[in-house]
């Protein structure tokens, strides 16, 4: 039996570039050439509150963007297991982290899509201005909020609302 090391920086080297990736391809891929499966993300949360309630969970073409994402981490988990190299399993294991993340921040807590009230209340600070930053990229008040493509790393003046 192999004992499994996982390589801590790697870990977070992989989660940290992902924030990367996601605002590299909310900007220039999701808003650029497949605006057209990012499209009915921005219609849904234009509905009414209410509407979006009575609808009840609804798929979004947009989703399709996880499975994408999901690639890259699952042959690097399956070939980083086959070949005994654990760096490998742990960039995947940091993707995998963060498209968890993504799930629970973007789609329960800012879209509330599912109903999980525990992390529906009681924000911290930061979670907050995450908030208040994606509130910019749908709702925005000027060109420049538009511009708030990342989701945890966002323009410092969100924190204060
Ligand atoms: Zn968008
Ligand atoms: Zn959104």
């Known amino acids: 039996m192999t004992v499994f090391l996982y390589n801590g920086t790697a870990l977070l080297s992989a989660y940290l570039f992902m924030e990367f990736v996601a605002w590299f391809s909310h900007k220039y891929i999701m808003h650029g050439f497949l605006w057209k499966w990012h499209k009915d993300h921005h219609i849904n949360d234009m509905k009414p509150a209410q509407v979006r309630h009575e609808e009840g969970f ?5 989703d399709l963007f996880f499975l994408i994402y999901a690639v890259p981490a699952m042959i690097l988990m399956i ?12 960039v995947a294991i940091g993707i995998t982290l963060y498209g968890m993340t993504y799930f629970i921040v973007h789609e329960i807590i800012y879209h509330q899509r599912l109903t999980i009230s525990f992390l529906q209340k009681n924000h911290s600070n930061y979670m907050g201005a995450v908030i208040r930053a994606h509130r910019a990229h749908h709702h925005p008040k000027n060109k ?3 511009d708030s493509y990342g ?9 204060k609302s």
């Open 79 to 90: 070939t980083g297991f086959a070949v005994q190299e654990f760096i490998l399993v742990s």
């Open 58 to 62: 609804v798929w979004e073409k947009n």
């Open 151 to 159: 989701l945890l790393i966002f323009p410092f003046k969100h924190f």
């Open 144 to 146: 420049k909020d538009f």
